[in-house]
């Protein structure tokens, strides 16, 4: 099974995308990564680790896109950078199976969207990350967390749909609970577009959708897909992220400055602590595929390390076997949506 | 100094609010209390607790406003709610600073908007509570967090000048920093409201715009104000508000499950978790004044316990001795508001 990873755009690039890839091949049989980007930059990271299977190879595109570029320019006079080569790569390649960046969103989905196309009959992909919620094990499907910052209701009626047709096939969960993000749980709750998205997600046989909910209890585990659009959602995921790094923070901070016992007692709860860390994490959870396009595309954080590269190739592989997008061509063309196309 | 207090509508309605109102006449000099609602129940709890001072009265108003109830229905009929009576006593009394309820969102600002009245040249007012930051003491003002679902850009713009005016005058910022909510921190970055809110705020003279900021970054300290459309700020304050809840919830469980050596971890550390409860409890901060009316009206959490209806009243007494009314229509009126009226 063949994989891309575009080795720049990300803050550790190339290092950790290149550490990610080779953690990859060396743990998981039957994986082979192509990696785009400076040929010579990455071969000298191979070299440092000292990797010297035949697991790897490298497509040399020395252009990098940044996060400052508009996303839609760059994809189009950038052609010869890791992020275009790779997409180009998933594009014409049948074998490939999967792409991972930790580039410029922006470009991404743009890249995304104008080399793989569409899945017939898909108004707008989106982006949509599992986050970790209260219920040991059990994740929370967001979507769209960034990909459509302006929505129309039957966009958000159409998450719904590829978010069911996604945790239904990836987590078996029979009948996913479908929620909208709203700013309280009664049916008259939300703004202009979530009123109009309530009543066409009431109306819509395939999915079983349980009404509005506050973002207090997006992590509650009750739910298996939560319906926002991407602005609100981007909204939500990142103040999740960066509560949980405010509170870790501030734990770390009173450590320091506390007494001896206060010490010797973070000390005993070091376990503690690393469950959940590890409960928690967005490191083990990969990072957000790019539903309702032609191949499979997982944006990783920008910040990622190998440790999530890792995730994200075992979470491409993962969707893979999942027979995602037949599952998922399967589910647009078989739904019953309502409103204008 | 004479403030209401409403007591119904709240999850703890009416004990708690009794509750917090006898420990603020209790704890504060030169301050009265009217109670609104049951006049026989809210008796009884003071009874109760034994309260024979004179600072408390109560004024009858049995009927109780519910937040599946409509708010602009609920305000317009029910006259005699705990609520209505309470706005009224607040329009109709000079000497009545200001007033504080846990009940409907909904109907509190609707309360708010048609019995108190608008500030002149005020467009619409808006709910901004102050949150803690990772800097000790700082707190940083979002602002609109759920009046405005649905915002022009020039709504957007007025609440930067409303943050900073009130910022200004409450925690003497000279300059208060203010940021756009956003999904990136590149000028491009928002969806269509954004970017016109961005433009907007660029050319307005009397604060001092720093630029877009992401979700992750609204606790960081280093922003004053942060700007939103009121639906988006309710995600991102319940957002955090619920994976603060989600953190100490499996904190709890961890220790519960775990040895012994970590639970006399858990033990030694108490101090280390009881600084962190104080220093970004919102419970500290009081309730979000709703800004922009012609008086002062706090909006307390429904889940409101009776020590945080005490840091309401001290609330209120901090807003009226900022002189706020008269700031905020001197601020209003001299700002320099670009777009249409």
Not at 41 to 55: A, F, H, L, T
Not at 226 to 247: M, R, Y
Request: charged residues 25%.
């Amino acid at each position: 099974m063949k994989i891309v990873i575009d080795c720049y755009g990300g803050d550790y690039s190339p290092d950790e995308l290149v550490k990610g890839a080779i953690t990859s091949v060396n743990l998981i049989d039957d994986v082979e990564i192509i990696l785009t980007g400076n040929k010579e930059e990455i071969q000298n990271v191979i070299d440092q680790i000292g990797y010297k299977g035949d697991k790897l190879s490298i497509v040399d595109a020395p252009e990098v896109i940044s996060c400052d570029e508009s996303p839609t320019m760059a994809i189009r006079r950038k052609t010869n950078s890791s992020l275009v080569a790779g997409l180009n790569l998933l594009k014409e390649n049948d074998d490939i199976v999967g792409m991972i960046s930790a580039g410029s969103t922006g470009a991404v989905l743009a890249g995304g969207l104008f080399t793989i196309g569409r899945m017939e009959g898909v108004k707008r992909p989106a982006l949509a990350p599992l986050m970790p919620t209260l219920v040991e094990g059990k994740k929370v499907l967001l979507i769209d967390c960034g990909a459509n910052v302006d929505c129309k209701p039957e966009y958000l009626q159409q998450f719904a749909i590829m978010g069911s047709v996604y945790v239904k096939a990836m987590r078996g969960v029979e009948k996913p609970k479908v929620a909208l993000l709203s700013n309280g749980v009664e049916d008259h709750k939300g703004n202009d577009l979530v009123h109009q998205a309530f009543a066409l997600l009431k109306e819509t046989k395939d999915i079983d959708f349980v009404g509005n909910i506050e973002a207090r209890e997006m992590l509650s585990g009750d739910y298996d897909v939560i319906v926002c659009d991407g602005f609100v959602g981007n909204v939500a995921l990142k103040a999740t992220e960066g509560t949980f790094k405010v509170f870790t923070s501030v734990l770390k901070n009173e450590i320091k400055s506390a007494g001896l016992g206060s010490k010797l007692g973070a000390l005993l709860m070091k376990k503690v602590f690393k469950n959940i860390k590890r409960k928690l994490s967005y490191t083990d959870v990969g990072g957000s595929p790019f539903l309702g396009i032609n191949k499979i595309l997982v944006k990783s954080h920008g910040s990622s390390k190998a440790d999530t590269i890792y995730s994200c190739v075992r979470q491409v592989i993962e969707i893979h076997k999942s027979n995602y997008i037949e599952n998922m061509r399967e589910g647009i063309k078989n739904s019953s949506m309502v409103g204008e196309n």
